[in-house]
């Protein structure tokens, strides 16, 4: 089984920035693609941004893109999630997510969709205050 800790979540003013991680154990973190993924209040979760599992690729959702920083260690079986000029509204819990059937051919599409995902984290939460 696959167990994902996130971690980093907090309250910040708007326009500060944050970093996430999330801590996987369980398997070869390696040879697995990785996503972030946020849900707020009423609201569906929605994708955030993913990354392969060599790192060479990454996808944001249009909302973040220039803000956030999806990276991994693989040393370290860690992913983060680095967010700066925060908005009120980036305010969600922000789940980390595994998938373990992305190929050199997944697309977008394919890594934006918590369809393709397998194991989640148990969330952190980010308020931001304006």
């Known amino acids: 089984q696959v167990q994902l800790v996130e971690s980093g979540g907090g309250l910040v003013q708007a326009g500060g920035s944050l970093r996430l991680s999330c801590a996987a154990s369980g398997r070869t973190f390696s040879i697995y693609s990785m996503g972030w993924f946020r849900q707020a209040p009423g609201k569906e979760r929605e994708f955030v941004a993913a990354i392969s599992r060599s790192g060479s690729s990454t996808y944001y959702a249009d909302s973040v893109k220039g803000r956030f920083t999806i990276s991994r260690d693989n040393a370290k079986n860690t992913v983060y999630l680095q967010m700066n000029s925060l908005k009120d509204e980036d305010t969600a819990v922000y789940y980390c997510?595994?998938?373990?059937?992305?190929?050199?051919?997944?697309?977008?599409?394919?890594?934006?969709?918590?369809?393709?995902?397998?194991?989640w984290g148990q969330g952190t939460q980010v308020t931001v205050s304006s």
């Open positions: 997510a595994l998938t373990s059937t992305a190929s050199l051919y997944s697309g977008p599409a394919y890594y934006s969709s918590g369809r393709s995902y397998d194991y």
